[in-house]
C-alpha cells in the first residue's frame, strides 16, 4: 500500500507564491512519474504537472512559465513551486503517484490540499 502526504497548501494574495510538497511512502519497487492534478468544485479533475523517473516534464498550458515541478527521487518526494498565482489557481491539488508493484503497474493519490488565491 502507498501513501501520499502532501503538504504547503494554503491562502495567498494573487501574484503570490505556493510551494506544495508530497511524499511518498509504502510498498512499491518503482515510481515511474508523479504529478499534480487540481480539481476545483464542479468541475472535472486536470493535470497541472507531471514528471517522469527519467525527469521528462510536462504541464497544463495556463501554468507553463508559472509552475515548475521537481522530484528528489531519494527521498520519493515531489515538488510543485508556484508562482504568479492567479485566481483562477484556486482548487484542491491532488498529488499522484505511478508505480510498479511488480508485476502491476498501478496509481496513488493523496487526499487532496486547497489552494486559495484571492484577487
Known amino acids: 500500500q502507498v501513501q501520499l502526504v502532501e503538504s504547503g497548501g494554503g491562502l495567498v494574495q494573487a501574484g503570490g507564491s505556493l510551494r506544495l510538497s508530497c511524499v511518498a511512502s509504502?510498498?512499491?519497487?518503482?515510481?515511474?512519474?508523479m504529478g499534480w492534478y487540481r480539481q476545483a468544485p464542479g468541475k472535472q479533475r486536470e493535470l497541472v504537472a507531471r514528471?517522469?523517473?527519467?525527469?521528462?516534464?510536462n504541464y497544463r498550458d495556463s501554468v507553463k512559465g508559472r509552475f515548475t515541478i521537481s522530484r528528489d527521487i531519494p527521498k520519493n518526494t515531489v515538488h510543485l513551486q508556484m508562482n504568479s498565482l492567479k485566481s483562477e489557481d484556486t482548487s484542491v491539488y491532488y498529488c499522484?503517484?505511478?508505480?510498479?508493484?511488480?508485476?502491476?503497474?498501478?496509481?496513488?493519490w493523496g487526499q487532496g490540499i486547497q489552494v486559495t488565491v484571492s484577487s
Open positions: 499522484n503517484m505511478e508505480y510498479v508493484l511488480f508485476p502491476e503497474t498501478l496509481s496513488a
Open positions: 514528471i517522469t523517473y527519467g525527469g521528462i516534464t
Open positions: 509504502g510498498s512499491f519497487s518503482t515510481i515511474n512519474a
